[in-house]
Each structure stands twice: as C-alpha cells, then as structure tokens.
C-alpha cells in the first residue's frame, strides 16, 4: 500500500524544506553549553516566588488602587444626595444644628477623597501603598463621622425616620464594600464602626425588636465581609494568573528570538561558507570561459574538449553551492515569479533530454508519458524559469537514489474540483526504494537525507526537495508526495491551465552561449581588489570584445574616469578592502549618472541581496560562469541584445 500527503504550498521562507538523503552534518551540530547549570523549559514554575519577592503584593495593590479609583470616582454626586437626605431625616428628629455641622463634615471628607483619586493613573504611581494608606484613613474619619450621629439619632424616640435612617446606612455599608477595591480591612473597620454602633443602637433603644434588628445588621454586617474575602481571594488569584501569562509570553519571546538568533547564525553562516568557498573557484571559472573561446578562435578540438572538462567539474561544484545560494534567495523573498503561459510538453521534453545522458549511464529509462492534448501542445499559467528549477531537482533526486527501472514525467488532467478546474498534474515517479511514512514527514526538511549517513556529495546537500517546496509556494502550486517502502516515489504539482486562446512564450530559460566580438565596444570598468580576478575578467570580458579597465577600488576607480575612461558598464564587487560594492557604485554613479551596474559577490546574506536589489543593480554570484556573465551584460545595455543573436545548445530548457 502506498501512502499519500498533501503538501499546501508555503508562502516563502515560511516553512523549512529538505531532499532524499539521512543526518545533519557533524560540522553543524550544536555545541554543548557549558556556561552553567540550565533550566527545563516543561518545569513547573513557582509562582508563590513573586510573593516574597514583591511583585505579586505589588500588581495586588495596584488592582485594588484601581478597583478604589474607580468606585470613589463614580460616587460624589450620589453621596451628596444621600448626605442631604440623611440631613433631612436628622433635621426632622429636631436637631437641625447637629445635622447642619454634621453633612459639612461629611461632604468635606468626601471632597477630599475624591480629590485624592481624581486624574490619578494606578499604573504610574510609583507605590500604590501609601495612596490606599491615606483612602483608608479617610474612609475610617468617614465612618466615625457616621457613628458620631448614631447617638444624637437614637437619644430620640424611635420614629418612622429612624427605619429610613437605619436603611440608608445599611446601604452606604454595602456600597462601601465595592469601593474600597477589594480590601477587606478598611471595611471590616468601617463596617464594625459603622454597622457596629448602629446594632448597639437598636438594641438600647429598640426594645424586643430592636434587638432583632441589631441581630441582623451584625449578620448582614457579616455576610458583606465574607464575600468580601472571596472577592480579595479571586482577585489575588487573578493577578497571580495575570503574571504567570506575563512570564510565559516572555518565555515565548526569548524561544521566539532564540529561534530567530539561530536562524540568522544559519544564513550567516552560509553566506561566510559560500563566499569563501565560491571565491578560489570565481577566477577558475572565468578563465575556463575564457579558454573556450580561444579554442573556439583557433579551432583547437583539444583545447575545447579541456574546457568542457573543467566546466562540467566546476558545474558539479557550483551544484552545491547554488543550493546555498537558492535557499538564501528565498530567505530574502528576492524571488518573484513572473506568470505566463507555458508549453508543458515542451518544457518537459528539454528536461528529460537534460537528464538522457545520466539516465542511460545508470541504465535507467527517462520516459515521458502525455496525454493526447489533440496534436496541440499541453499549456499552462505559471513562471517558466521556476518550473524549471522544481523539475530538475526532482528529477535529478529521482535519478540519484533509483538503482533500477525507471523515472517517468507524466502529466494528468485529474478531475476538476471547487473553485479549480481543469487544472494540470506534473508527475515526477521512480522506481526506487520509496520512503517509510516517518521519513516522508521529515523529507522537506533543510539538510534530511535518507540513506547518505557517510554524507556523499554525489546525492548532494539534503536542499533540492526543501528548494522544491517553497518554490511551489511561490507558484501557488500545490505538493503531493506518495510513497511506500519497496514501491518507488511520486512526487505532483498541480499547476493552473492557462486561459483558451492563449499563446505560449516564446522562449523557455536555457543557457545561451558566448561567442568571440559579441560585446564588441562595450566598455566596462571593473573593480576587484584580487589581481587574478582582475586578470582572468580582463581576459575574458577582451576575447568578447569589450573595452575594459581595472580598478582595485573606488580612488583607482575614480582615477580611471579623471582619465577619461566612460563605461557603459560596471562590474564590482561586493567585499573590497575597507570598502562594499554597493558604495563604490553610489560613487560612481554620482560621477557618471545612472550607468547599470552588476555587483558581483560570493556572500548569500538574504539581507545584501534585497539592498543591492533595492538599489536597482543586479546580483551575479562567484564563481560566475561567462555565459551568464555575458547574458546578464546583454541585458543591462541596451543595443547590444538586438545586434547580438542568441545561440542555444541543442537539447536546452
């Protein structure tokens, strides 16, 4: 039985991708820390801790200035219409001067309590304490103010006045309850003074039912300071809660930048790895240009067989190095696709011619198997260039780790479905070993090989199929992998059909070749502070005809304009000494005007990328083959691509 997973496409650099192959190079494992003892990330976390520590006590009493501020804030217009009613029923009792001083009092507390909170910001007072100090403080002279009257008020026969005068204390006491924020000392205070001497009162002067009354304001009284202590416990543990959330988003934070640190160590890591890895092998591949052209000049058929020798070498080379580069490409989102219509067949015909040769030398069959689109060719909307790369890195694994049988490019029209029909199936399969379902998780991944323990470079770095899968993302075309142990290996891209009536461009990418004179009259500075690379550009920018001049660095640049040299063209590179290409341009190009420029670099950082693209220069990276060198010239100066034909090799996509 064999097992299928669909893949959605990730938008780039979202997500990590890997090819066939087993284990992350030794090189890049992680050393052990040997800093200090660790924490466990799963451990429990004590948080009683902020307990002695003074944090948790902290956020407590700024909840309850909080709580406070806001009740007290809502009451000065309520208050003083109970005050002056209050004032009426005493003044009703006959005691109209008593009742007078007395609201003065009153509302002068009141006054100044809710001065205290007014405009006041809990989050920035310094300590809470001493503010919920002094409101405590001027809620007790509030109740002793109220208990001062609760003598006067019963030396009186017991009336109707003293049932109203006794329910709105009862309600004050409540509404107390909410407005000392939580905190169940200042009520109990206020509650024992107030509640306490108004049940004393009832019971001296109440009779048999006074003393019922009495009973049950101490109940109430009571009850009010119970739920109280509930409300201080729920808030105690809604703080607490509310710091351990604080403390597990900053554990995130730090695994979030960790993790982000790690990253870009990784990408520094190989921009520092390719650079010097490409930069021995640059001139190499000039000068490899360079010879086959003198061998094309003098006709020399063992010259030109050499050439080829040491291109196919440095092709296997920059293989590797160019998986490095295409992940970091992606990184730095410098990769658009640029949609349009394509011939399948076409395109798939130019890759398995590509891979003839490999195939019959592991004595595989590369086969080809299309439906009958009528005589008319298979279409489709999407970037031919990144099409390209998806299918030769599959069909590249494929023929890798396939010792026999064969590899087979198909494509299905499968059933059309909501909201995509019609579209187009590209089936690359193999004969191969297959893969169990816990590989098949991990094959996506960046460096995953299967079966490549001793790391052969032959079955490359472990980056084809995580290249794969976020160009896929970038064309918005879905990735499906089927496979089984001992059944072989199909890997699918869905790709949308391109509209009726629709022609197909009418190139796809390929490889064009150099000729002798076909930049003749170019003028191009160069600027490089390595004489051999100067050397071996001279040679061969000179076999095609250009007109150059080298500098090691911005003043011997700038020395060459003074004496007269204007170029077309500036070819620079990025690591100069004290100096980056980038600004070496700018200088430039404040000299001579908006002159095309190509920055040539070993480094892959996503982030140099996107400036130098950001600049409006193209990127060309070590070792630079002449080919694309040549292509890259063609295009930046405008004529030279109309009077130049564009020659193709037999057999190229």
């Known amino acids: 039985m064999s097992a299928e997973s669909a893949l959605p496409p990730a938008a780039a650099g979202a997500q990590r991708a890997p090819a066939f192959g087993s284990t992350v190079p030794a090189a890049l494992d992680p050393l052990p820390d040997t800093a200090g003892p660790t924490t466990d990330p799963g451990a429990p976390v004590d948080t009683d801790t902020d307990t002695d520590t003074g944090a948790l006590p902290d956020r407590i009493a700024r909840e309850h200035l909080r709580l406070a501020q806001r009740q007290v804030g809502r009451i000065p217009l309520a208050y003083l219409l109970i005050d002056g009613f209050l004032c009426w029923l005493v003044v009703r009792l006959g005691l109209p001067l008593p009742a007078l001083v007395w609201v003065l009092a009153l509302l002068s507390v009141q006054l100044v309590r809710w001065l205290l909170v007014r405009g006041l910001q809990a989050d920035q007072v310094a300590d809470p304490r001493p503010?919920?100090?002094?409101?405590?403080?001027?809620?007790?002279?509030?109740?002793?103010?109220?208990?001062?009257?609760?003598?006067?008020?019963?030396?009186?026969?017991?009336?109707?006045?003293?049932?109203?005068?006794?329910?709105?204390?009862?309600g004050m006491i409540a509404g107390t309850s909410a407005s000392v924020g939580g905190q169940l000392r200042p009520f109990v205070a206020y509650g024992a003074l107030v509640g306490g001497s108004l049940a004393v009162a009832w019971a001296w002067a109440g009779g048999p039912a006074g003393a019922w009354v009495g009973t049950l304001i101490v109940c109430l009284l009571v009850v009010l300071a119970l739920h109280l202590r509930d409300q201080a416990m729920g808030l105690r543990?809604?703080?607490?809660?509310?710091?351990?959330?604080?403390r597990l988003a900053e554990s995130l934070r730090a695994a979030r930048d960790a993790s982000e640190a790690a990253s870009q160590s990784k990408t520094r890591f190989f921009a520092a790895a390719s650079h010097d890895l490409r930069q021995p092998l640059h001139a190499l591949a000039i000068n490899a240009t360079t010879l086959e052209l003198l061998a094309t000049r003098q006709a020399n058929p063992l010259i030109k067989d050499l050439s080829h020798s040491i291109?196919?070498?440095l092709a296997q080379s920059n293989g590797l190095l160019d998986s490095l580069l295409e992940i970091s490409n992606l990184d730095a989102n410098a990769v658009r696709p640029q949609l349009q219509v394509v011939d399948i067949t076409a395109l798939l015909t130019a890759v398995r011619e590509e891979f003839a040769a490999l195939a019959a030398q592991k004595g595989l069959a590369l086969q080809l198997d299309l439906p009958d689109a009528g005589g008319g060719p298979v279409l489709a909307q999407t970037d031919p260039t990144l099409l390209r790369r998806i299918l030769i890195n599959l069909v590249g694994n494929a023929l890798k780790f396939t010792a026999r049988g064969s590899v087979t490019l198909r494509v299905l029209r499968p059933a059309p479905a909501p909201g995509r029909p019609a579209w187009l199936r590209l089936v690359v399969e193999d004969t191969g070993p297959g893969m169990a379902p816990a590989e098949q998780v991990h094959v996506f991944e960046e460096f995953y090989q299967i079966n490549n323990t001793a790391r052969d470079r032959s079955l490359g770095l472990g980056l084809g199929l995580a290249i794969v899968r976020r160009?896929?993302?970038?064309?918005?075309?879905?990735?499906?992998?089927?496979?089984?142990?001992?059944?072989?290996?199909?890997?699918?891209?869905?790709?949308?059909?391109?509209l009726a009536g629709a022609l197909p461009a009418a190139d796809l990418p390929g490889t064009q070749l150099?000729?002798?004179?076909m930049l003749a009259?170019?003028?191009?500075?160069?600027?490089?502070?390595?004489?051999?690379?100067?050397?071996?550009?001279?040679?061969?920018?000179?076999?095609?005809?250009?007109?150059?001049?080298?500098?090691?660095g911005s003043a011997e640049a700038l020395a060459g304009l003074d004496a007269g040299f204007r170029p077309q063209l500036l070819l620079v590179d990025h690591r100069l000494r004290g100096e980056q290409g980038t600004e070496v341009?700018?200088?430039?190009?404040?000299?001579?005007?908006?002159?095309?420029?190509?920055?040539?670099t070993g480094d892959t950082e996503p982030a140099l990328i996107q400036r130098a693209r950001a600049a409006g220069?193209?990127?060309?990276?070590?070792?630079?083959?002449?080919?694309?060198?040549?292509?890259?010239?063609?295009?930046?100066?405008?004529?030279?691509?109309?009077?130049?034909?564009?020659?193709?090799?037999?057999?190229?996509?």
């Not at 072989?488 to 391109?498: E, I, K, Q, W």
């Not at 083959?625 to 037999?650: H, K, T, Y």
């Open 471 to 498: 160009t896929a993302g970038l064309l918005d075309a879905p990735l499906r992998l089927r496979s089984a142990p001992g059944q072989g290996t199909a890997l699918s891209l869905d790709l949308p059909p391109a």
């Open 237 to 246: 543990q809604f703080v607490k809660l509310a710091l351990d959330n604080e």
């Open 521 to 552: 009259g170019l003028r191009v500075l160069v600027v490089d502070d390595e004489l051999e690379i100067q050397r071996s550009l001279q040679g061969l920018l000179g076999q095609l005809g250009c007109e150059v001049h080298c500098a090691g």
């Open 311 to 313: 291109n196919r070498a």
């Open 617 to 653: 220069h193209r990127v060309v990276h070590k070792p630079v083959q002449g080919q694309v060198l040549a292509r890259v010239m063609l295009e930046l100066v405008p004529g030279l691509a109309s009077a130049v034909p564009l020659v193709r090799p037999a057999g190229s996509a």
């Open 131 to 170: 503010v919920l100090r002094r409101l405590s403080q001027l809620l007790l002279g509030l109740g002793l103010l109220r208990v001062a009257m609760v003598p006067l008020v019963f030396s009186q026969p017991v009336h109707t006045e003293h049932y109203m005068f006794t329910l709105v204390y009862l």
């Open 514 to 517: 150099v000729a002798p004179g």
């Open 585 to 600: 341009i700018q200088a430039l190009q404040t000299r001579l005007g908006p002159v095309p420029a190509v920055v040539v």
